[in-house]
């Protein structure tokens, strides 16, 4: 039994120094960004400031991109489970609605668990300020809303080759999304209350245009 434990406690020793190293490369890197720039940022400054090497750092990262993105994709990522879980009987416009109310209602122990919640919604409005990161958003929007199409689709029990319903709901409802962050980077308050409150208000308007029963 003690070799047991002691073959096994190495590699968890090894997989936590890991985890805090990936974890302070991603908040370090973070707060230079949001705090000088993205592309005034190098990755020898970043992983100088964690007194590891630029090899260590592309160990965990494949760029300063995939760092930027990092916390936005698990974010992302939560939500499309969301909307995949989301009871049959919801409408679509329902269904994307509770799905991003469940989201944003619960990713903050997620996010805190990896960068402080302040400081993710400063990297959101930085990346909304930068233009390289923006048109990477924007392109990363897209293929979201094209994977969120296919869910919806399935759900509805449509092709989401055919039927062009399940891509312009979730066209306008992405839209409505990008709007509420964008409005919401130019607001002081860059809090996850904030963009909760901003979220439901979009929401409201365009939930009479798109809402019903699609059968």
Not at 86 to 114: D, K
Not at 160 to 170: F, K, N, S, T
Not at 185 to 204: F, K, N, P, V, W
């Amino acid at each position: 039994m003690a070799e047991q434990l002691a073959a096994v406690r190495p590699t968890g020793l090894r997989e936590r120094k890991k985890r805090r190293t990936r974890d302070s490369l991603l908040r370090v890197a973070l707060e230079l960004f949001t705090t000088q720039g993205y592309e005034r940022t190098t990755v020898d400054e970043i992983a100088e400031a964690v007194e590891v090497s630029q090899r260590t750092f592309f160990r965990y990262f494949a760029s300063k991109e995939e760092v930027a993105f990092t916390v936005v994709a698990m974010v992302e990522a939560r939500f499309l489970d969301a909307v995949r879980e989301r009871p049959p009987h919801e409408n679509p416009l329902t269904a994307l609605r509770n799905a991003v109310t469940w989201a944003w209602e619960s990713v903050g122990e997620a996010i805190q668990a990896v960068v402080p919640i302040e400081l993710h919604m400063r990297t959101y409005q930085m990346i909304e300020s930068t233009p390289a990161l923006l048109a990477v958003h924007l392109r990363r929007s897209t293929e979201l809303e094209d994977a969120i199409a296919t869910v919806i689709a399935e759900r509805e029990g449509l092709d989401v080759d055919e039927d062009l319903r399940p891509r312009i709901a979730v066209a306008a409802f992405g839209g409505v999304m990008r709007l509420t962050g964008r409005m919401w980077g130019q607001r002081e308050d860059a809090s996850l209350e904030a963009i909760r409150e901003m979220t439901a208000r979009c929401l409201d308007l365009l939930e009479p245009a798109l809402g019903g029963d699609w059968r």
